[in-house]
Structures are given as C-alpha cells and as structure tokens.
C-alpha cells in the first residue's frame, strides 16, 4: 500500500528565502507522485506531477521537484518566496493497486511568508 | 476544455437533517470521480469514488452515502447529520494515474 508523509506541519520563511517543503512517500510500485497547492476555503490546484522520465519535475508559479528514488521522497523547492505563496501544500501519491485513480495524500503543510 | 462544479459552496444545517451534496463534471466522459472531506489538521481523507454510473466504493465506514446516477454527476448524502460531519467536503474527478481535478469545496458546518 502507499502513503505519504509530509515532515512538518507548518513552515515559515521570509520573502525572498528559498522554500522547501519535505515529503517522503512508501510505495511497492513505481510511483506517481503529485503536489497541489490549497488556499483557504477553495478546492486543490495541482502544482506539479512526477509520473516518469526526467526527475527533476517543474511546475507553476516557480515550484519544482525532485524525484529521489533512493531517498524515496519527492520535496517541493521554489528558491523565492513571494507572498502569494502562502497556502497549505499536499504532496499525494496515486493508488497504483488497481485502475481507480485514488490518490493519497499527506497531512498537508502550511506555509507562511513573512514580510 | 474540462470542469468541475461543485455546490454549494457554504452550508450549516442541524445536527439530525439530511445533506446533498452535487457534483457535476464537463467536458470529459466516463471520468473517475471522488469524494473527500477535509477536517482540520487532518489532511483530505477519501470518502467515496466511482469508477461507472451506479459503481460506489467507500473508502471508510460513516454517516455518509455516496450516488453517481448520472455518469459525470456525483452525489454525497447522508439522511441524519452528527456533528461530526461538520467539515470541507471536496468533489474530484480524473482518470488512473493522472492528477485529480478538484472543485472549489463545501463547507459543511453541523449545528
């Protein structure tokens, strides 16, 4: 079965700072692996996905990341934060055990950008 | 181009009413559709997903039922709300191992 755990709950960097967001996942298949950005009281936007060839994964607003198979994780960067970066990320995995599509997701980390 | 409506956006209802919730997706056929809720500080929890019209999974035991009557029409209901159910209620639809396509949410506060 897969999983996905994300290390810290909240994070805080400075504008300007670089962020990184930690996530490492478990899973018995090659993985799809996926991060979506939540502002408050509105749906999931899908930030950027990893599903096979080149590792390193570059999506919008500046985010990247990088498939570690060795490490077995998938961390989100950005080497600037901007004030419209604060939001909660999920890092998911999809459910490769059979063709229903789930994915599963971590518990989320907030970011916050201070001034 | 694909989209997903959710309704409605805000709901209160007493403890012991029934709920419906609707889901409508566009631009795609035979989607895999879902529904999860998201509690504070606990992530999003899968509640149902249907890969057919007429085909429910449940991922958890609860309070709560799950329709697709319609094939890009998805349903959540529950005939008497708990307080626990008080939550974001998030529709999604996708297809195997792409990226889910989520709505803009629910919330749902029981009173």
């Known amino acids: 079965a897969q999983s996905v755990t994300q290390l810290g709950s909240h994070v805080s960097v400075s504008e300007g700072a670089l962020v990184l967001l930690r996530c490492n996942y478990s899973?018995?298949?090659?993985?799809?692996l996926f991060w979506y950005v939540q502002y408050p009281n509105q749906g999931l936007q899908l930030l950027l996905k990893y599903t096979t060839g080149a590792t390193l994964v570059k999506g919008i607003n500046g985010f990247e990341a990088e498939f570690k198979k060795s490490e077995t994780s998938f961390h989100l960067t950005k080497p600037s934060a901007h004030m419209s970066d604060a939001a909660e990320y999920f890092c998911a995995v999809s459910d490769r055990s059979g063709n229903t599509g789930k994915l599963i997701f971590g518990q989320g980390t907030t970011l916050q950008v201070k001034p | 181009s694909q989209t997903i409506h959710q309704w409605p956006a805000t709901l209160v209802q007493p403890v012991g009413s029934p709920l419906s919730l609707e889901c409508t997706v566009e631009g795609t056929s035979n989607p895999n559709l879902y529904w999860y809720r998201q509690a504070a500080g606990r992530g999003l929890q899968l509640l149902f997903y249907s890969v057919g019209i007429g085909q429910i999974s449940s991922e958890v035991p609860q309070n709560l039922s799950a329709s697709r009557p319609q094939d890009r029409q998805f349903i959540l209901s529950s005939k008497k709300l708990l307080l626990s159910d008080s939550g974001f209620y998030l529709c999604a639809w996708g297809q195997t191992n792409s990226p889910l396509h989520f709505g803009n949410g629910t919330r749902l506060t029981v009173t």
């Open positions: 899973s018995s298949v090659p993985p799809y």
